[in-house]
């Protein structure tokens, strides 16, 4: 598929001018208060004090010099953004003037501009049955705008989703305390020990891009569902009353049992619909974070 430099371009100006938007009424200089603190990082060994705790004294230098030293810390002033996103092939669907994709792409954008308007670096891993592209964290517009150019403009080699994969990658990249934003439909299975895994160490919060179509099943007739990534084929009648309540019972369990397996391992959840205004979303989302 050819890429229009010229569209993709002009979508990231108007991206910025939105995110501008969004840092002024979200974040006015609480930003930091919505994640939970980076942590600390080694500042330097210094004479023990009475009262220090005991527990960060350096008994190494200690006993070279004969009399007790401690380790002394500071609170990490950087913090870092990793955004994992979905570039898999059910992300390219909806029902209205906006796919899950351009969803997905506006919120990327949004916590991309955030994180750099507070001098703060920013990674990302596109995936799909593979990790399509790594980009480590970096600070500055100009490495942002090149940044949300490859999330508009990538197209995947894989149709399908794995989400193990991408989570493993951000542990093995992401060596101090950070963010992790995932940003999909988590259509997918299989991934529930790297979760784990990755919010032990870091702030971790998972972005479901849904779509209306998901709640309700449209009131038609014959149709045929195909999965975009397995291409599997699915008759369907959208006029059985028994065939769309099962429709709608099957989401709302699956979007139920997700919250609940998140909650468990202290990642915040977001659902976002196609036919939601994302940045709205996104405000009420971390002012209600910053409640807690």
């Known amino acids: 598929m050819e890429i229009d430099s010229q569209s993709i371009l002009q979508r990231v100006k108007n ?3 939105t995110s501008r938007k969004l ?11 919505v994640f939970k603190g980076p942590g600390l990082e080694f500042n330097e060994v210094r004479g023990y004090v009475p009262g220090d705790d005991v527990r960060f ?19 990490e ?5 990793n955004l994992v996103l979905d570039l898999s092939a059910s992300l390219n669907s909806g029902s209205g003037k906006q796919s899950r994709r351009d969803v997905s792409a506006l919120i990327f954008s949004l916590l991309s501009y955030s994180a750099v308007a507070n001098n703060d670096r920013v990674g990302a891993i596109f995936f799909s049955d593979k990790v399509e592209s790594w980009v480590p964290p970096l600070k500055g ?3 942002i705008s090149r940044l949300i150019q490859e999330c508009l403009s990538m197209s995947s080699s894989g149709k399908g989703t794995d989400l193990a994969l991408a989570l493993r990658t951000s542990i093995e990249t992401m060596k101090r305390r950070g963010i992790v934003v995932i940003i999909s439909d988590f259509k997918t299975t299989g991934y529930w020990r790297e979760l784990t895994l990755l919010a032990r160490k870091h702030d971790v919060i998972a972005i479901r891009i849904t779509d209306p179509i998901e709640e309700d099943f449209p009131p038609v007739g014959a149709v045929s569902l195909v999965d975009p990534e397995s291409g599997h084929s699915l008759f369907s009648w959208g006029r059985n009353r028994k065939f769309c309540k099962e429709y709608h019972d099957y989401w709302a369990l699956n979007t139920i049992n997700w919250q609940r397996e998140c909650r468990k391992r202290r990642v915040d959840t977001m659902i976002l619909s196609t036919a939601d205004d994302p940045a709205q979303k996104l405000i009420q989302f971390f002012e209600h974070r910053r409640s807690k």
């Open 23 to 33: 840092v002024d009424s979200l974040f006015a200089g609480n930003y930091r208060s």
């Open 57 to 75: 004294l350096d008994w190494n230098v200690s006993s070279r010099m004969g009399s007790p030293y401690t380790k002394t810390y500071r609170e």
């Open 15 to 17: 991206l910025e001018l």
């Open 77 to 81: 002033r950087e913090m870092v953004l």
């Open 141 to 143: 517009k100009k490495h």
